[in-house]
């Protein structure tokens, strides 16, 4: 009892516990998507920038494309008025090959593009040609990418685009969540900003998401640290938070209503042997050939102290699940010696006993039964244990000795809910027997008086082959009763001759009506 107690907690606490186990792994998940649609969006919005930026920069060299390379001094001021007036430009010019002409920076001739750019370019330039720099002459460390475009002639115009601009644009993005965020023009230099430690913890890991424009050669990369993952689960997991302590406290709930269920059934049942709410109800059987009461079946009734009863399969599963069966039926044997020390019967009354596999296989079982002839030994009964199929197939060689023993001292043996157990009949051989008791299915099965119902028919004929006597279950109609009739089934029990009843009912019902013939006219139709 202790044990199953301290299971019992083990489940309530597992109950609880399991929507925050799933609410943190799903939290994850999801935190996780959002942190991806997030890094994805502000790649995005970067790349748009830089796009943005490059068109600028395309329509600038555009304008370019319109002054004479050569007539810097005639131009030297238009060009330096656009390059200095236009956003996002730190110089604008014209060239020739490797050779600036003009620039809206320095003015005329004032030196090569590679000494601009501290960098050399592919000789021959390319017809258009993007690059994001480390720096130029003017402003070394401030980056800046340079857009080119040179006709064959080896005349051209380029910009350069100031980096501060990207920067900017990329600090404000980065500082919200402490991205860090890298953009690239043609693999050229990084542009970066923002700074991520790379210390990741157990669950967490910094993020990485790149993105190249389908227009121009950009790259732009985001990446954001351990540090954010877990800011957005836990954003995402204390909005779950109270879902999941209303679900779990509905789990709790559910699981210790099923344990109060479990246990209590265990308890119910001591205690309603306790309280004597047990009583036991006879259904009267049948003898066709001698047209009389030939006995009854003991049946189990359970009454709660709130006036419902409960239904006799539902508890007694629920016995046999939780190991009280045996002293139930030790509890029923008790009621039923009772009640039987009360009646008066004709001699070779046959009293049905159900007993449960369980029992059976215990070692308790033959005492148990031997005492309880004892109690009834003054009245002309034969003892019937009614067993299921199934009881006798585990142990069969020690249960085979204990009915062995049981029958010598006068107990007989019936097989109860014949045909139903799924098993191999190989125990008509093993065990010796007394009588079969055919399901009610089988005899529901009857559709007329003379037609054939094969399975029910076998039966008949087994049990006849076998010597063994045989009773029908659940006769509710004249047309069933004539049918085993007429196929020699000796034995009825069924709502049609009588329902089961207290053993009070019983006294009187033998009285008065036990003896009467079984007179019910059947019409073939
Ligand atoms: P069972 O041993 O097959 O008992 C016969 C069941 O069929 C009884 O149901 C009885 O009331 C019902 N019955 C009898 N005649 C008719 C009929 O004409 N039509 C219909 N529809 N039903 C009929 P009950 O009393 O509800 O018992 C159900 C089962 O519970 C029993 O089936 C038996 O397996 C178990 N049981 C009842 N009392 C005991 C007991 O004391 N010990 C054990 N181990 N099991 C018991
Ligand atoms: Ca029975
Ligand atoms: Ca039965």
């Given at each position: 009892m202790q044990k199953k107690r301290e299971r019992g907690w083990l489940v309530l606490f597992a109950a609880g516990l399991l929507p925050l186990i799933l609410g943190v792994f799903f939290t994850f998940i999801v935190a996780q998507r959002i942190e991806q649609r997030q890094l994805e969006n502000t790649a995005d919005m970067v790349l748009n920038h830089a796009e943005n930026i490059s068109d600028h920069a395309w329509d600038m060299i555009g304008q370019l494309?319109?002054?004479?390379?050569?007539a810097c001094g005639t131009i030297g001021k238009d060009i330096q008025r656009i390059g200095s007036i236009?956003?996002?430009?730190r110089a604008v010019g014209l060239i020739h090959n490797n050779q600036v002409?003009?620039?809206?920076?320095?003015?005329?001739?004032?030196?090569t593009l590679q000494g601009m750019t501290h960098r050399s370019l592919p000789s021959?330039?390319?017809d258009t040609w993007v690059q994001s720099l480390?720096?130029?002459?003017?402003?070394?460390q401030r980056p800046a990418v340079l857009f080119l475009r040179q006709q064959p002639s080896g005349y051209g115009a380029y910009a350069l685009i100031d980096g501060q601009y990207l920067l900017d644009f990329m600090h404000a993005l980065s500082l919200s969540r402490s991205y860090q965020i890298t953009m690239q023009f043609n693999h050229g230099y990084r542009i970066e900003s923002g700074h991520i430690d790379?210390?990741?913890n157990l669950f967490f890991n910094s993020n990485k998401y790149r993105v190249n424009s389908d227009r121009y050669p950009i790259t732009i990369s985001v990446t954001s640290p351990p540090s954010e993952a877990i800011k957005a689960w836990r954003q995402v997991f204390l909005t779950f938070l109270p879902m999941a302590a209303i679900l779990s406290l509905l789990f709790v709930a559910l699981a210790s209503n099923w344990l109060k269920r479990r246990l209590s059934y265990r308890d119910e049942i001591r205690r309603g042997i306790a309280n004597e709410e047990f009583t036991v109800n006879y259904q009267p059987v049948y003898n066709t050939t001698t047209a009389s009461y030939a006995g009854a079946e003991a049946l189990m009734r359970w009454q709660w102290p709130d006036g419902e009863w409960v239904r006799p399969d539902v508890f007694i599963a629920a016995a046999e699940a939780e190991g009280m069966i045996i002293p139930l039926t030790q509890h029923l044997l008790q009621l039923i010696a009772k009640d039987v020390s009360q009646w008066e019967v004709q001699p070779g009354f046959h009293l049905g006993i159900n007993v449960a596999a369980e029992h059976l296989q215990h070692p308790c079982f033959v005492n148990d039964i031997r005492q309880f002839a004892a109690k009834v030994a003054d009245k002309p009964l034969v003892i019937i244990l009614e067993l299921t199929e199934?009881?006798?197939?585990?142990e069969g060689k020690q249960v085979a000795e204990k009915l062995a023993l049981l029958r010598r001292e006068g107990i007989e043996i019936a097989i109860d809910d014949?045909?139903?157990?799924?098993?191999?009949?190989?125990y008509l051989q093993t065990f010796e027997l007394d009588y079969l008791k055919i399901d009610r299915g089988f005899i529901n099965?009857?559709?007329?008086?003379?037609?054939?119902?094969p399975v029910l028919d076998a039966i008949i004929n087994l049990s006849h082959k076998l010597e063994l006597q045989v009773l029908g279950e659940g006769v509710e109609t004249p047309m069933q009763l004539e049918y085993l009739k007429n196929h020699g089934v000796v034995f009825i029990q069924g709502y049609l001759y009588a329902r089961p009843m207290s053993s009070e009912a019983l006294i009187h019902w033998l009285a008065n009506?036990?003896?009467?013939?079984?007179t019910t006219v059947f019409h073939a139709n």
């Open positions: 494309e319109q002054y004479d390379p050569r236009t956003a996002y430009f002409l003009c620039s809206s920076a320095y003015g005329q001739y004032p030196g021959p330039h390319p480390a720096g130029t002459a003017g402003a070394p790379t210390d990741s199934r009881s006798l197939i585990s014949f045909g139903t157990g799924n098993c191999s009949l190989s099965a009857i559709e007329s008086v003379d037609g054939e119902t009506e036990g003896t009467l013939p079984l």
